[in-house]
């Protein structure tokens, strides 16, 4: 009798292992799992990032105001340079890019005169 308690009490013991290393191998699954559901949601993110800006742009760009590129080195760091006739147009395109939350932390640089264009780099970080 007692070796029959100690028979079921081993089989107890030996399902136990096998239901926590299952339970460790499905966890770790669940992690990995997570993980691919995260890189694919950035793909599709990143994915929209140029069509939505440009969406958004030809909402307060200004009419004399002309894109010549636009560029996403890196994460949500944007590049867009830019020529107008007029140094007013290009100041009011990189001002409405950060009052309309197009995009943050926006700087301008590079000013350069060729006839009676002016470009400029205007830089600023996806919200």
């Known amino acids: 009798m007692i070796s029959e308690i100690n028979s079921e009490m081993s ?29 694919i949601n950035n793909v599709t993110e990143n994915k929209y990032l140029i069509p939505n800006l440009l969406a958004q742009i030809a909402r307060v760009i ?26 007013r147009g290009l100041g009011f395109f990189k001002k409405s890019l950060s009052s309309n939350d197009i ?14 264009e002016i470009t400029v780099t205007i830089e600023g970080d996806l919200p």
């Open 62 to 87: 200004d009419q004399n105001v002309q894109i010549t590129s636009i560029s996403n080195p890196y994460d949500k760091h944007i590049v867009i340079e830019a020529k107008s006739p007029k140094y």
């Open 11 to 39: 089989k107890i013991d030996t399902d136990t292992k096998k239901i926590n290393s299952k339970t460790s191998e499905y966890n770790n699954l669940i992690e990995e799992l997570n993980s691919i559901n995260e890189k």
């Open 103 to 116: 995009l943050e932390n926006v700087v301008a640089g590079g000013g350069i005169k060729q006839g009676d």
